[in-house]
């Protein structure tokens, strides 16, 4: 998101990778727009009749729109049109203080309903509290490391892979998915599984061995969950939130 050197413009161009992080990005706002559309994008298709209150309104939209932001960055790098990402960038880095912002909102509000530290609310809770901080660092990490585009792909990515787990626990909300809302905790926790083995599988086969960054990110993220799990399931994080 700065003036770059000649290298390393060199670099992004020949990057084989251009393609497949933009499908990366692509697949994630997929996930997005499938996971939220029974509760936000086509609620009413799906007899939602009480409306959500603005602040849920404003925060799917701004979270709609990152996921949208990022796929633009990936098409712009695979169409080599650099100048133009790195513009978008600095829009980027400001409009990530947006999401934590709203996101932070959301989860408030959320607290203000659990009522009990047995509550499976909780774990939600911690949760989105674990993922907006982990997706802060990652977008300041890529911020920092701009300039190496390896470590600046890889740690954009895991900023979105980090907050939408959420999407993922709704798939079950369609009916071709399985398990109804009970399993939502289960697709979350394996969709990321699965995104994290695809990234290390990637790194394999063009580096040969993993990249720092996505086996840092990977760890960040499980270990933030873990524990947003133990802080709910003991009922020591509602305790902390309702001191």
Same mark, same amino acid.
């Given at each position: 998101?700065?003036? @770059?050197?000649? @290298?390393?413009?060199?670099?992004? @161009?020949?990057?084989?990778?251009?393609?497949?992080?933009?499908?990366?990005?692509?697949?994630?706002?997929?996930?997005?727009?499938?996971?939220?559309?029974?509760?936000?994008?086509?609620?009413?298709?799906?007899?939602?009749?009480?409306?959500?209150?603005?602040?849920?309104?404003?925060?799917?939209?701004?979270?709609?729109? *990152?996921?949208?932001?990022? /796929?633009?960055?990936?098409?712009?790098?695979?169409?080599?049109?650099? $100048?133009?990402?790195?513009?978008? %960038?600095? #829009? &980027?880095?400001?409009?990530?203080?947006?999401?934590?912002?709203?996101?932070?909102? &959301?989860?408030?509000?959320?607290?203000?309903?659990?009522?009990?530290?047995?509550?499976?609310?909780?774990?939600?809770? *911690?949760?989105?509290?674990?993922?907006? &901080?982990?997706?802060?660092?990652?977008?300041?990490?890529?911020? #920092?490391? $701009?300039?190496?585009?390896?470590?600046?792909?890889?740690?954009?990515?895991?900023?979105?892979?980090?907050?939408?787990?959420?999407?993922?626990?709704?798939?079950?909300? *369609?009916?071709?998915?399985? %398990?109804?809302?009970?399993?939502?905790?289960?697709?979350?926790?394996?969709?990321?599984?699965?995104?994290?083995?695809?990234?290390?599988?990637?790194?394999?086969? #063009?580096?040969?061995?993993?990249?720092?960054?996505?086996?840092?990110?990977? /760890?960040?993220?499980?270990?933030?969950?873990?524990? &947003?799990?133990?802080?709910?399931?003991?009922?020591?994080?509602?305790?902390?939130?309702?001191?």
């Amino acid at each position: 998101m700065s003036t @770059e050197s000649p @290298e390393l413009t060199m670099a992004l @161009e020949r990057a084989p990778s251009r393609h497949q992080f933009f499908l990366a990005h692509t697949v994630l706002l997929g996930i997005v727009l499938l996971g939220f559309s029974p509760t936000f994008y086509l609620r009413t298709a799906f007899h939602h009749i009480t409306p959500l209150p603005p602040l849920l309104y404003l925060h799917g939209v701004v979270l709609t729109i *990152w996921f949208s932001l990022t /796929v633009v960055q990936g098409w712009l790098i695979r169409t080599r049109r650099l $100048r133009l990402h790195r513009q978008l %960038g600095y #829009v &980027a880095a400001a409009y990530a203080v947006v999401v934590i912002v709203l996101g932070t909102l &959301a989860n408030l509000m959320l607290i203000s309903q659990i009522d009990s530290p047995a509550d499976g609310e909780n774990i939600v809770v *911690w949760a989105n509290f674990f993922t907006l &901080a982990m997706f802060a660092a990652f977008v300041l990490l890529a911020v #920092v490391f $701009r300039k190496s585009p390896a470590a600046h792909k890889r740690l954009m990515l895991l900023a979105s892979i980090s907050i939408v787990g959420p999407a993922l626990a709704r798939l079950p909300r *369609w009916p071709i998915f399985g %398990g109804g809302l009970a399993a939502g905790r289960n697709y979350a926790i394996g969709g990321l599984l699965i995104m994290f083995a695809a990234l290390i599988t990637y790194d394999l086969i #063009v580096r040969k061995r993993p990249h720092p960054a996505s086996l840092c990110g990977m /760890v960040v993220i499980l270990i933030g969950l873990a524990g &947003a799990v133990f802080l709910g399931v003991t009922g020591i994080g509602y305790h902390i939130l309702h001191g």
